[in-house]
């Protein structure tokens, strides 16, 4: 595992590599050399984002040049792509330093070059039986012009929810054959001995808890239902938690009765990204130990075709008692959320955020990178928006207007799962918010941001561990009582 350290001066001699940026134009960083810099400008490179070139120096150690676009353009986001980008190039060589580029070097910088560093160099493998070489790099040195004394800590940090993410990238990619909902119940049991309190309901429980929403969706599968509860007492002052977490753990979204189309299952499997998110951000939060009460829950049950699968028009009494008509299985989403939305907000949260790939309205309105946040709260939809801006995991807030309720009114009972065609990602918030009562609450519709087709900067295509850093961020940030 790679070392980070912050360190000021010049490059060191037992350095393999020095990474260093170039400004548009091209305009040198930082310890850049002037023989490279001639080189790189030879090459016709002008320091434009991620034009980098690999200059050998004989008797010295090598050069990575990487462009970072216009100085102007300058923020953690850049410095978190560009690394993101060259970092599986660097896990070849052992010792590499990162020169990095504002004087002082916020903390901000600092962050983003290790999440860059971390998120960059994950790779998926468990499925192959060739595995690619072990990578020797041993410490990535970052050269600021000042010492930070908080810079250890923002290391801390940084490395641990990247992790975090890319513990969640694992159990996106894993196919559902292995990743049923008892797999991710035995993964958070497995984060016990981290000092969390774990609580798994099986299908005895859940039906003694009478969350019939989450047992509905779970029926057509023989890997039965689950519904995992966290706990994270890092506060004793407060019996009631601060936070409560929710994300959707469907670990394979045939559609159910009302079958999708072969293309659209195809990458179903990561239909628990929301809920992979959640159970990571509790495993960073296990590890870095913050002084505050979280609990979270993740509704986990593959949604397929079984011969006793739930049929469209069947009724659901959900958990908190409301009667939801079925009208489309492939609306599971909000069914299993709704159960756990009711089973936190019993706990009394002083706010309740969840997550999931629920709606391609949302992807279609937001595109690929961003992800849809609704919520009843404005302060806590704008903390929620502001810990995904510092993170690099965009959000963008569409309205809950309550218009729009009677797209989820049904003529047979209280509620039904399928509203009409158009604002689907604002209807299933509207669905959700029956259920958190009066607590302020956010949702987070991660459709678009939580699988990546294509590689992007700083992940490869798969599961992207989006919106994890969000979530930990989110709940860093309340600790020190508001964003910073
Ligand atoms: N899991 C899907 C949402 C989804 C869609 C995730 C595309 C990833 C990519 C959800 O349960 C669902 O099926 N939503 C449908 C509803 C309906 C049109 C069948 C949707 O929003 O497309
Ligand atoms: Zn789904
Ligand atoms: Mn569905």
Request: hydrophobic share 40%.
């Amino acid at each position: 595992m790679t070392d980070f350290a912050v360190r000021t001066g010049d490059p060191a001699a037992d350095a393999d590599l020095l990474v260093a940026c170039v400004f548009e134009g091209p305009e040198p960083g930082p310890h850049v050399s002037r023989g490279a810099l001639e080189e790189y400008g030879a090459a016709g490179l002008t320091g434009r984002l991620h034009e980098s070139l690999l200059v050998a120096r004989p008797g010295a150690s090598a050069e990575l040049l990487v462009g970072l676009g216009p100085r102007s353009d300058l923020s953690p986001d850049v410095i978190r792509r560009v690394l993101g980008k060259t970092a599986r190039s660097l896990l070849g060589r052992e010792v590499v330093e990162v020169a990095l580029p504002d004087s002082p070097t916020p903390a901000s910088t600092i962050a983003a070059s290790v999440e860059g560093c971390v998120l960059g160099a994950y790779a998926f493998e468990r499925y192959r039986t060739q595995p690619s070489a072990e990578p020797r790099l041993r410490t990535i040195r970052l050269l600021v012009d000042r010492a930070d004394p908080a810079g250890e800590e923002t290391i801390r940090v940084a490395r641990l929810s990247s992790e975090a993410a890319c513990w969640a990238r694992d159990l996106v990619n894993t196919p559902a054959l292995d990743c049923t909902p008892e797999h991710l119940a035995q993964h958070a049991e497995g984060l016990a001995s981290l000092g969390l309190d774990v609580e798994v309901w099986r299908e005895d429980d859940l039906a003694r808890e009478r969350c019939a929403g989450i047992l509905s969706v779970g029926r057509g599968s023989s890997d039965p239902p689950r519904l995992i509860i966290i706990t994270y007492r890092g506060d004793e002052k407060h019996r009631s938690p601060s936070i409560a977490l929710a994300g959707k753990g469907i670990t394979f979204d045939a559609g159910g009765t009302s079958l999708k189309d072969a293309a659209e299952q195809e990458w179903m499997k990561a239909d628990m990204a929301g809920g992979a998110s959640v159970l990571a951000t509790m495993r960073a939060i296990a590890l870095l130990r913050p002084p505050i009460h979280v609990v979270a829950a993740i509704p986990a049950a593959e949604n397929l075709t079984g011969p006793t699968a739930t049929r469209p028009g069947d009724v659901v009494t959900l958990r908190s008692g409301l009667k939801c008509e079925i009208v489309n299985t492939d609306y599971e989403g909000r069914v299993v959320l709704a159960d756990a939305l009711d089973v936190l907000r019993e706990r009394g949260p002083a706010v309740i955020v969840d997550a999931g790939t629920l709606t391609g309205a949302a992807m279609e309105a937001l595109g690929r990178d961003m992800y849809a946040v609704i919520g009843n709260d404005q302060a806590l939809v704008n903390d929620v928006l502001a810990a995904g801006e510092a993170t690099g995991e965009f959000g963008w807030q569409l309205p809950m207007w309550r218009r729009y309720r009677t797209e989820v009114e049904s003529r047979v009972a209280d509620l039904k799962n399928m509203p009409g065609r158009w604002g689907g990602a604002i209807t299933a918030a509207l669905f959700l918010h029956e259920f958190v009562g009066d607590t302020p609450w956010a949702h987070l519709d991660i459709c678009g941001p939580a699988w990546a087709e294509e590689p992007g900067d700083y992940w490869p295509a798969g599961g992207t561990g989006n919106p994890t850093r969000t979530l930990i961020r989110f709940v860093l940030d309340r600790v020190r009582g508001g964003p910073s």
